[in-house]
């Protein structure tokens, strides 16, 4: 299950994000907000990361205008590796090498066309395991 949250300026690319995943048969959980109307990124981060953390979804996609603010809330949650990603390269070396957990993008930033791309590679990228990765994420971890 795919966890879904954005603020205003990510509104519209969520909209393009869902359809992609009904095509695709992907269950996800839409976490709002629900319009253009202005909203606080926060408040969606912070439930995508809840809903992450409590295992009812096992991924998130965050989106406002630009993935700072949305990606900066949901990093503060321990045990969520949140990545801001533009390109397909970054998404998929984030799943192989940090087990990202949450998939931000900005609304304002990444085209339908190419965020769509983004987000395959997100969803379709394992972790590759590898104990080098495993170490780093334990460090990340550690109070």
């Known amino acids: 299950m795919i966890a879904l949250g954005c603020d205003h300026g990510g509104f519209e690319l969520k909209q393009e994000i869902k359809k992609h995943l009904d095509e695709q048969k992907i269950p996800y959980i839409d976490y709002g907000c629900d ?3 202005s909203t606080d990124y926060p408040i969606y981060a912070k439930r995508v990361a ?3 953390l409590s295992g009812e979804c096992d991924k998130g996609i965050l989106i406002c205008g630009t993935g700072i603010g949305i990606s900066i809330t ?3 949650f321990k045990g969520i590796r949140a990545a801001l ?4 390269f970054s998404a998929e070396a984030t799943r192989l090498h940090n087990d990202a957990n949450i ?3 900005g609304g304002r930033v990444v085209g339908p066309g190419h ?3 983004i987000v395959d590679t997100f969803l379709n990228t394992p972790f590759s395991g590898d104990e080098r990765h ?3 994420i334990r460090q990340i971890e550690t109070d």
């Open 50 to 52: 809840k809903a992450i």
């Open 103 to 105: 998939l931000a993008m």
């Open 115 to 117: 965020a769509l791309k």
């Open 74 to 76: 949901a990093n503060k």
């Open 134 to 136: 495993m170490r780093r």
């Open 85 to 88: 990603c533009s390109d397909c």
């Open 35 to 37: 319009s253009l109307e």
